[in-house]
């Protein structure tokens, strides 16, 4: 077994079995849900119906609902949909990435923070197509078969680019996400009682029966989607920041825009899962699987993502001056000077300062400091694709055409309604699905669980063993 | 199931006999596809048998069937009997003649399956030279304005012609036989067969002896204006009226000259142009010809070009592109003619004082030294009603030996003949109960006078009212019989509006409506001949004999009449044959002018009324293409304001921002006992202690129906409701401001609110952005390389870092039309635009582009194909578009606002159809694509409306249907095409676009189209100058050329490889097919000299100006 270090801090605190573990995370799926839950749930599926509500008379009436005009022609639809696929990046850069580097702390956090990425690339999704102004012919983006004569997409354009970059992520997540779930479906079914719930769980479990063999091609897809997977989370933004960094915009014209906007993404992916986490694991108890060393972790991804970003921004700022190109120069100083210098700042002091307070370990192990710079980044990541967006078109080359942009009251339905749809598949995750990924985490349990790493473990030494061998 | 058996007609076919195939070769002996299908050998080898065939046929005649059963009704009436001349899918152009009292022009209305629904100017023929305004453009879209009247109607009630004429007829009697005064009230009437009728008119009740004025018969020297003289009053008078009053030129005329004319101006041989307040572009006099003239004149290729200096106080259109424009308030007008005269004639006006400040002084003192330079070959005109200044400037262009060039008294022009003195009688006989019955038309006095209250007043003390008009305007609804009139497009009319030039308007389309033309009514009612109904052909049959009567004699080039008849109504008129002009002694008083000038106070704010290009006088405030037109200079739509300088509006704390929640101020501006509120706009270029005020808005006050874009609509598209109840009307009513002459004293307070304009630009400088804007002074011009005012962006390329023109380089691969088939290309002279805008009215009528409404041009949602930016020079540039020495101290925030007193330029922007266009690489569906002949072409069906074409337009001219405009309830009450009738104008040749597309300007695609079909027909290559786009042809100044740039001999390809043309942007690398040319002023500019000339020379620029670079102003390193 892999041995780890004493100094090393323990990723799973107390003194937990491996029947604990499983205990843990069923409590919630087994038993009754708190009030709590089903207020949330309700606040969210309010707010969701109203953002579906919205998006209806939006498609009923024509884009002119929302703000957009003639110079400024993409706005929140556009930020939302960029903002949404950037927090939908962290589910697959814990799951991939650090698995193949084997960071064992991300297995307190992978499955929520996969579910997470699904459901907001879900709610990423949806943007491009509501926002068409013709979505009931949106299909014409895929390269089918039709009987236009020879009539195909354009292969040249990012929003094309876009449609694959998106549907493969969507799909690879999912499909990572889903091979995860398996085996600890199978213990749910296993446990159930409910005969609805046997059937459930175990029609989502693909009849799993916990065999070597299951768990051999179970390590080997996870291995082999982890590898497909890794690519995927520099491709997606990199393919979103095409839509701007191919374009003629200054502003949006920046060949800086792959690396920044992945940086972007996994920082502000990153900061939504704590968002969550922290919450999560309060309400659900798992304070022992979920603490301060793994916020500490994410917290020190943030902070260094978020001095990239903040790299980022400023070399933008130079080259625009460095260039000499004049729109360049201008479009720069608008965004920082200009009529929208308030959502430049709002960018600034929450993504590049902000992060900074990680530096100091007392703040970046603070839970509460966290769960509030969580927030900040969150709300600063919106405010840098709005920036990007609509300070580079809103005076652009022409100055006859220069306008701003004034959000209406769709606008803010629709992206508010966006984060009650996601609301309404997160509780509901939560509620019935394992939060935690029950088997990995037990591979850990021995390795870097505190009562064992100390020593404490000793005493219960047999009876765990024995149940964990049994489970 | 098939059969190989073989099957022939006869032995003759079985043998092959040499008659057979003879015949058999001749059965189709044209070249039809028909003979190579069935020439295909594998025919013969078929394997469908009958009995497969009768399968098929079957089977297919089920299937139509079925097909059929849920064919959608489509509401299209065919012409069974095919009239003559039309072809369906086929234009017919008519020629006419457009006169609506302040606007006149010789034009072409274009007709498809008998609905007019273009107007252009007529090139070939008549005085105005093929220039139309923005008014006359639209007025096509008035004649379906379903709140025309429709019937004649008594009380507001519907009547008919019978019953109506027989009560008008007896009350006319009635006041006649009871010695009543029958007065005539109409617009300056210049249709010499309509005054035969009101002569006629006069002599059955009772009136006068008068011989009209504008009699047809004219003798070699124009003698014939004399015999006005002879005028014996009767109890029937004629009094014309005009909204616009050009009276003090002809007083002024009369007493210089003895002629109480006003005579005709030639701007084309004025090579010093100095207007004091005439906005000779757009309003004054006989602009449209005017137009034509001036831009003859301002080529700088040509051996001179014309130098215009303009002393204004609003920024008017003319003065916009004046060379040197100095600001002076209205009554300061006085004072720059007294200088004038000093310097000129060589005596200051006695008692005029001179509070002018020392930059307009010296202006004018320049103006002076022009004028004086070009002798005998200048203009002076001034924009003043007052007799005093017209003799003054009538004694300097005397001086000036002005009257053998530039201006012809010999040839008096008929238009403005108000008679302001007897309007203010009438008004007091008809409020004294001395008028008996009045008969109006072609005026609106209740609206246009400015003491319309009273005349109000005057009207219900009158027995008999009657009004011929189009519209139950604010005068025909205070009338008891309203006379359902034409449209200009229905009727038959003649016109005189110069001493030696007639003209006549043909109908274009059958009445409407129960409506019948003025001068038919008229004859009706005196007795002169019985309406028939709507074919009736009595007033057609009267023009006819008078112009056999009077006409034919006078000519020589036609033998028979029929022969003259048929070609005066094919061109609508003939060629004007002047008479010469000849200088007359002049015999004004200088003395009384001086005193009178002097008398003249002004006041601490000075309010000026003038006219818009889009609105005019108001007479089509209903028209939605004009009131949606933003204004040439403001560039504000739906809206009426005060511009005010924003010197003063700082001063006193007004909002100047513009833009969709950026609300301006409200004054309440108060002339006397008058008071209203309006919005304050910021205009440059506004004299400080003046305001202007556009006329011809708050129509309709009291809810009358005058078409439904009079009136202010909500956001979500339904009229606003006014205090009383009824619907609000834009704007406020500043006919009472010109009561008391030119302008009016009155003060201005804020009234501590706020109102929202709909502004298409709102930031008013081009940042000295020298690769969008390029201008340059005539010496520079005239002495400098391209180089220096028209520089070429390079970039540096190879291991040499050799220069190369950015023109070389390229991201994509040729397009192939670059040297093959045609490439449609544009070239627009910014030195020849004067930005009236009758191009984008004439863009939305031939392309269909839907009116949006004043809520979403707010929010910057217009949908015009075509627009005009037009630029301030900020103070810190010496010209529009380049950064002066102030840049390198106050940077970007230097060129935000524009100056003060700023140089202007027009910039027409419309798609660039550019050879690598970044919104054809973007689009995901391949919606926008590039022809093989240059287009950028939009394919509406594919589109599915990512807007991303639109973002990544450099040019910004791509347009989205944000709604369905043609159906949704937003734009009800302002888009035409969401009204039966509205909908005639469309265009059958563009389609009408539906919500989620993007739209954009196709080059007229149509036209290019239906031009290479004709050439095509008639196998010949396409001449250069056949091809049209709707902007090019009614540019009055012909600014825009179009054409196959391929053809190197074309205009197009030469004007493009001029030293003048510049392609904007050019340096992003996207080869557009529109090409500008650089604006030449013709003034001293030391500041741009200095920048200009020495950017040129190389070893200087690498001192001075290589320090910038920094600051963006160098990629392109080209000098």
């Known amino acids: ?471 | 199931m098939g059969t190989n058996r073989k099957y022939w007609k006869g032995l003759d076919e079985l043998h092959q006999t040499p008659e057979f195939l003879e015949n058999s070769k001749n059965e189709f002996p044209e070249e039809l596809s028909v003979n190579e299908f069935l020439a295909d050998e594998k025919l013969a080898e078929g394997s469908t048998g009958r009995r497969d065939f009768l399968k098929f046929l079957g089977f297919s005649v089920a299937a139509a069937t079925l097909a059929a059963c849920e064919a959608p009704v489509v509401k299209a009436v065919p012409y069974v009997v095919k009239p003559e001349n039309v072809t369906p899918g086929m234009p017919t152009w008519y020629a006419s003649t457009y006169y609506d009292g302040t606007s006149y022009a010789s034009v072409l209305v274009k007709t498809r399956e008998g609905r007019p629904i273009f107007i252009k100017g007529n090139k070939d023929f008549g005085v105005t030279h093929g220039t139309v305004n923005p008014r006359i453009s639209a007025s096509v879209l008035s004649l379906y304005d379903s709140e025309r009247l429709q019937n004649p109607t008594i009380e507001g009630v519907k009547s008919s012609w019978g019953a109506f004429d027989s009560k008008v007829s007896k009350g006319l009697n009635e006041t006649a036989s009871n010695g009543k005064k029958i007065v005539l009230l109409s617009g300056t009437e210049i249709s010499p067969s309509t005054q035969g009728i009101i002569q006629e008119f006069k002599t059955k009740f009772g009136g006068s002896t008068e011989i009209p004025k504008n009699e047809i018969a004219l003798d070699e020297n124009g003698e014939a204006i004399e015999s006005e003289t002879t005028v014996e009053e009767g109890n029937v008078v004629h009094i014309q009226y005009d909204t616009i009053s050009f009276n003090g030129i002809r007083q002024a005329n009369l007493e210089s000259f003895g002629k109480a004319i006003i005579p005709d101006y030639d701007f084309s041989k004025a090579k010093t142009i100095v207007s004091v307040g005439a906005d000779f572009m757009n309003s004054w006099l006989l602009s449209g010809q005017y137009t034509a003239q001036y831009a003859l004149g301002r080529n700088p290729d040509a051996k001179w070009m014309n130098k215009h200096f303009h002393f204004e106080s609003n920024m008017s259109i003319s003065g916009s592109n004046a060379d040197v424009r100095g600001m002076i308030k209205p009554s300061q007008q006085g004072e720059v003619l007294s200088i004038l005269h000093k310097e000129i004639v060589g005596s200051a006006l006695a008692g005029v004082a001179n509070t002018l400040s020392e930059n307009v002084v010296a202006k004018v003192k320049e103006a002076a030294k022009e004028l004086k330079a070009q002798k005998g070959h200048s203009l002076l005109v001034c924009g003043s009603n007052e007799k005093a200044m017209q003799v003054v400037v009538n004694s300097i262009n005397s001086a000036l030996n002005n009257y053998t060039t530039t201006i012809n008294l010999n040839n008096p022009v008929n238009l403005f003949q108000s008679q302001d003195d007897k309007m203010s009688e009438l008004i007091k006989d008809m409020n004294a109960g001395n008028v008996g019955a009045i008969i109006m038309w072609n005026t609106n006095p209740v609206y246009s006078h400015a003491n319309g209250e009273s005349f109000k007043a005057g009207l219900e003390k009158v027995k008999l009212t009657v009004d011929i008009s189009q519209y139950a305007d604010e005068t025909a609804t205070n009338c008891k019989y309203v006379a359902a009139e034409n449209h200009a497009l229905e009727s038959w009319n003649d016109f005189n509006p110069k001493m030696s030039h007639y003209a006549i308007s043909q109908p274009t389309i059958r009445p409407l409506f129960e409506t019948r033309s003025a001068a038919e009514s008229l004859m009706t009612w005196a007795g002169i001949s019985e309406y028939s109904g709507k074919d009736s052909t009595a007033y057609y049959d009267y023009m006819k004999v008078m112009w056999e009567k009077y006409g034919f004699p006078n000519q020589t080039k036609y033998a028979t009449f029929k022969a003259y008849w048929d070609n005066t109504v094919h061109n609508s008129c003939d060629n004007e044959k002047s008479p010469v002009a000849l200088a007359m002694p002049f015999n004004g008083n200088l003395n009384s002018a001086a005193k009178q000038i002097a008398s003249i106070k002004g006041g601490d704010l000075e309010i000026i009324p003038y006219l818009k290009s889009s609105i005019g006088d108001g007479k089509m405030a209903g028209n939605p293409w004009l009131q949606e037109m933003p204004d040439a200079i403001t560039k504000v739509t739906w809206d009426n304001y005060v511009t005010m300088s924003p010197v003063d509006m700082k001063a006193s704390g007004y909002s100047e921002e513009l833009g969709q929640e950026s609300p301006s101020s409200v004054v309440t501006v108060t002339v006397g006992e008058t008071t209203f509120k309006l919005p304050v706009f910021p205009q440059p270029g506004q004299t400080p202690g003046t305001v202007g005020i556009a006329l011809g808005y708050g129509r309709g006050e009291n809810g009358e129906k005058i078409g439904k874009s009079a009136y202010q609509t909500g956001e979500y598209g339904a009229f606003l409701e006014g205090n009383n109840g009824g619907k609000v009307s834009i704007g406020a009513n500043a006919f009472p401001f010109l009561q008391a002459g030119d302008f009016a004293i009155g003060t201005i307070s804020n009234a501590n609110e706020v109102y929202n304009l709909a502004c298409t630009q709102t930031h008013s400088t081009v940042m000295g952005r020298n690769s969008i804007v390029k201008e340059t002074t005539l010496d520079i011009y005239k002495t400098q390389d391209a180089g220096a005012y028209n520089h070429q962006h390079t970039l540096h390329s190879g291991w040499n870092h050799d220069e190369k023109p950015i023109s070389e380089f390229n991201l994509w691969d040729e397009h192939p039309v670059e040297n093959v088939g045609h490439r449609w290309g544009m070239s627009i002279d910014l030195n020849s635009c004067i930005g009236c805008g009758s191009c984008l009215i004439s863009c939305q009528a031939e392309n269909n582009v839907p009116v949006v409404g004043k809520d979403e041009v707010r929010r910057g949602r217009e949908m015009h194909w075509l627009r005009i930016d037009r630029y301030y020079a900020s103070d810190i540039e010496p010209a529009v578009g380049t950064k002066g020495e102030g840049y390198k101290t106050e940077g970007f925030a230097g060129l935000q606002d524009a100056s003060d007193d700023p140089m202007v330029v027009h910039m027409p922007m419309m798609c660039h159809h550019c050879n690598h266009a970044p919104c054809e690489t973007v689009c995901p569906v391949a919606a926008t694509t590039h022809s093989n002949e240059g287009l950028n072409m939009m394919a509406y069906n594919r589109c599915i409306g990512t807007r991303y074409c639109g973002n990544n337009c450099p040019y910004k001219v791509r347009r989205f249907n944000w709604f369905n405009y043609p159906s949704y309830r937003k734009f009800t009450e302002v888009n035409p095409a969401q009204d039966d009738l509205g909908r005639m104008v469309l265009n059958p040749d563009v389609v009408v676009r539906t919500r989620g597309v993007m739209e954009k300007c196709s080059f007229c695609v149509q036209k290019l189209q239906s031009t290479k079909l004709v050439a095509k027909k008639e196998q010949r290559a396409i001449v250069d100058g056949e091809i049209s786009t709707a902007c090019s042809e009614v540019c009055p100044t012909n600014a825009i050329t179009v054409g196959d740039w391929n053809d190197t001999e074309s205009k197009v390809r030469k004007s493009t490889t001029d030293k003048r043309a510049y392609q904007a942007l050019e340096e992003i690398g996207i080869k557009p097919n529109v090409w500008y040319k650089v604006k030449v002023r013709n003034e001293k500019n030391d500041d741009l000299a200095a920048l200009q000339v020495s950017h040129e020379a190389p070893a200087e620029h690498k001192d001075d100006t290589h320090g910038e670079e920094s600051t963006g102003e160098e990629i392109h390193t080209g000098h």
């Open chain 1, 1 to 471: 077994m892999h041995k780890e270090s004493a100094i090393r801090e323990p990723l799973i605190l107390g003194h937990k079995t491996y029947h604990d573990i499983t205990e843990d995370v069923c409590r919630s799926i087994e038993g009754k849900a708190p009030r709590n839950w089903y207020i949330m749930f309700g606040i969210a599926l309010l707010v969701g119906l109203y953002g579906v509500g919205c998006i209806l008379y939006l498609l009923g009436v024509g884009i002119g609902t929302w703000g957009l005009n003639k110079t400024v022609e993409w706005a929140w639809d556009i930020t939302n949909f960029v903002w949404w696929v950037g927090i939908g990046h962290a589910g697959t850069l814990i799951s991939a990435v650090l698995m193949l580097f084997r960071q064992k702390w991300r297995m307190a956090i992978n499955r929520s923070a996969e579910a997470m990425t699904i459901f907001a690339v879900f709610m990423a999704g949806m943007f491009p197509l509501i926002h068409m102004g013709r979505l009931w012919v949106g299909y014409w983006v895929l390269p089918l078969p039709n009987q236009f004569g020879s009539l195909w997409v354009n292969f040249n354009s990012p929003l094309l680019w876009d449609v694959f970059a998106i549907s493969t992520y969507l799909s690879v997540s999912f499909v990572f996400w889903y091979i995860g779930l398996i085996p600890d479906f199978a213990t749910i079914r296993d446990r159930a009682k409910s005969p609805v719930a046997i059937k459930a769980y175990g029609l989502m479990s693909f009849g799993w029966s916990g065999r070597a063999k299951h768990w051999n091609r179970f390590e080997i897809v996870t291995l082999v989607l982890a590898g497909l997977a890794t690519p995927l989370v520099f491709s997606v933004h990199s393919i979103v920041s095409f839509d701007f960094a191919t374009s003629v915009i200054p502003g949006w014209h920046t060949t800086i825009f792959p690396p920044y906007f992945v940086a972007g993404a996994v920082f502000s992916g990153f900061a939504m899962v704590q968002t969550l986490l922290l919450v999560l694991r309060k309400a659900m108890k798992l304070e022992a699987y979920i603490h301060t060393k793994h916020v500490e972790y994410m917290n020190i991804v943030i902070m260094v993502t978020g001095s990239i970003v903040g790299v980022a921004y400023l070399t933008e700022l130079f080259m625009s001056w460095y260039s000499g190109v004049e729109y360049e120069a201008y479009a720069f100083l608008n965004r920082a000077t200009g009529p929208y210098w308030w959502a430049y700042t709002c960018m600034m002091s929450a993504n590049v300062l902000s992060p900074q307070f990680m530096w100091f370990k007392k703040l970046r192990r603070s839970l509460l400091f966290t769960f509030f710079i969580s927030i900040i980044v969150n709300i600063g990541m919106w405010f840098e694709r709005f920036v990007i967006i609509v300070t580079s078109i809103h005076q652009d080359y022409l100055p006859s055409s220069w306008s701003m942009f004034y959000p209406t009251w769709v606008d803010i339905g629709v992206y508010v309604g966006t984060i009650g749809l996601f609301f309404v598949f997160y509780m509901a995750y939560v509620r019935y699905f394992p939060v935690l990924a029950i088997s990995e985490v037990k591979t850990i349990l021995k390795s870097s669980g505190e009562s064992y790493k100390n020593g404490s473990a000793e005493l219960h030494h047999s009876d765990d063993a024995h149940t964990a061998e049994e489970e």
